[in-house]
């Protein structure tokens, strides 16, 4: 039976799709049950059809459900037994490093030169409240902890600022936590590399996803860690053959895979705490660019189904207020709190007092909540118009990967153009695009047909602008600035 709580502020189909989730966990709902029909369960509740449609949606999207035609949504086999038989944590277990700010790689060094700018990571100036962030400062400064920026304080970083982070990741992610189990990092590559310290004796070999980000790559092969590329699937990391490899440790982007887009449904999810549980090993979930869904409800945290601490979380600001603040946070599980406070005794804070404590008030004053609420409006409306450009103009020649989340999109083509002519060809026109082969380890397993386009940077306007001249560009070599130029050599898919 489910109860719609009319003064609750939990929308209506939120309520819908929490209690049929819990059924299915529970094991009132099994594998095969056919669901109401959206008719029926809407009259039934009093309530639209549109909302219970929003509910089965979101039931559908996570994999609990699956809607057949001509049958209606039918639950799907999600292995329930994993969320209550938690086992023992192994002595042995002590891993791993997360450093993520995916901006590094995508850095651009002649922004001068173009008028439009694809780039993932950075934000306009716009975005960032300026005038708010100067009154905070002066009343950080004025408040009775103004004298802790005198002193070397907690290496976790301020306990305000973490009891903030706590509260915000229960509502928002699911994620369940102490702030002692919070570390405040200054970006998710310094907290990859705590990680690997952490993990360096223990297991010295990393599963990554393929493609994925380069920047935690990096860490980890500085930590001369053995990088173990497992391939990423229409549903997230290929588990079968992280299964067959012999590494402890992996390393995902499982609410939206980094770069392609994709989400790991419930049954992957719980198949890899498993493995995690089975193995004695340890899943880094970085969660970088969660707060930004924008035809669906945010999708629930790995760590938030974790019953066994096999998870460590990673989330960071960068991605949503500011790469500038180098400011992140990891959550780490309570059994690697003493090997934690073992190896870091001796170290100091890596963010400035100063800073964690503005952000403090920042989110205790609720002004995070309502800044996410504007830049996802935002973001939201210069996603449309970019998917809805590229499919009017560009129709079936492209295939748009990791739409309805996040700040970028991958661009495939069809026929084949290759990587290095699209962008070479965009940049005669003044606009950068970004290559997809550095998230690649085996580059032998990449097609070289793909481009990444962010989208924080334009507006409205300059998106639609640029996707026009692109499409020209790219498929009707509209004002092509090679011809007669012996000096450019590129290659063109239609000139083999």
């Known amino acids: 039976m489910i109860y719609i709580n009319e003064k609750s502020e939990i929308p209506i189909y939120q309520q819908i799709y929490a209690q049929i989730k819990e059924d299915i966990i529970g094991g009132a709902l099994v594998e095969g049950d056919k669901l109401a029909s959206t008719r029926v369960l809407a009259k039934e509740l009093c309530v639209s059809r549109n909302t219970v449609e929003n509910s089965y949606s979101q039931l559908s999207l996570e994999g609990y459900v699956e ?6 949504f039918i639950v799907k086999n999600i292995n329930e037994e994993l969320f209550f038989h938690p086992s023992k944590i192994s002595d042995k277990l002590r891993s791993t490093i997360e450093a993520y700010d995916r901006e590094s790689a995508l850095l651009n060094d002649d922004s001068l030169f173009y008028k439009y700018n694809f780039q993932y990571g950075s934000f306009d100036d716009s975005i960032f409240p300026y005038s708010l962030w100067r009154r905070l400062t002066a009343q950080a400064l004025l408040s009775i902890d103004s004298k802790k920026i005198n002193f070397y304080n907690d290496k976790q970083g301020e306990l305000d600022l973490r009891i903030e982070i706590m509260n915000y990741l229960k509502g928002f992610r699911g994620v369940s936590c102490t702030p002692e189990q919070i570390v405040i990092c200054s970006g998710n590559q310094h907290a990859l590399d705590l990680i690997c310290k952490i993990f360096s004796k223990y297991s010295p070999k990393i599963a990554i996803e393929e493609p994925g980000y380069d920047g935690a790559r ?33 390393y995902i982007t499982p609410s939206h895979q980094f770069p392609t887009g994709v989400i790991m449904p419930i049954q992957n999810r719980i198949h890899l705490l498993h493995w995690a549980t089975q193995n004695d090993g340890v899943i880094i979930e970085d969660d970088y660019d969660s707060e930004f ?27 949503a207020l500011s790469p500038g603040l180098r400011m992140s946070y990891m959550i780490l599980p309570k059994w690697l709190l003493s090997k934690y406070n073992e190896l870091f005794n001796g170290y100091y804070p890596t963010v400035p007092w100063l800073q964690q404590k503005i952000l ?25 118009i970019l998917v809805q450009t590229l499919t009017n103009l560009m129709g079936d020649q492209v295939i748009i990967h990791g739409n ?6 991958v661009l495939e083509f069809v026929n084949g153009e290759h990587e290095d002519w699209l962008i070479e060809i965009a940049k ?12 690649w380890y085996i580059k032998e397993s ?46 063109c898919h239609y000139c083999k």
């Open 218 to 250: 990096i860490v980890f092969e500085n930590n001369n860690f053995e990088i173990n590329p497992i391939p990423v699937q229409s549903d997230g990391i290929n588990i079968v053959e992280l299964e067959k490899s012999s590494a402890k440790l992996v």
């Open 428 to 439: 005669a026109h003044k606009i950068k695009v970004y290559p997809i082969s550095p998230f």
């Open 446 to 491: 990449y097609s070289n047909n793909m481009i990444l386009l962010g989208f924080s940077m334009l507006n409205e306007e300059e998106i639609i602008e640029a996707i026009t001249l692109l499409e020209k560009a790219w498929f009707h070599h509209f004002g092509n600035p090679f011809d007669g130029d012996s000096n450019v050599s590129v290659y």
């Open 293 to 319: 869904r924008y035809h669906s409800r945010p999708i629930p945290s790995l760590q938030s189904i974790d019953q066994n601490e096999r998870v460590i979380y990673l989330g960071t600001f960068s991605k």
């Open 404 to 409: 309805n989340a996040g700040l970028h999109i």
């Open 360 to 384: 403090s008030l920042y989110m205790s004053s609720g002004h995070w909540e309502r800044y996410l609420r504007k830049a996802r409006l935002s973001y939201k409306r210069k996603h449309d």
């Open 67 to 72: 809607s057949i035609p001509g049958s209606g």
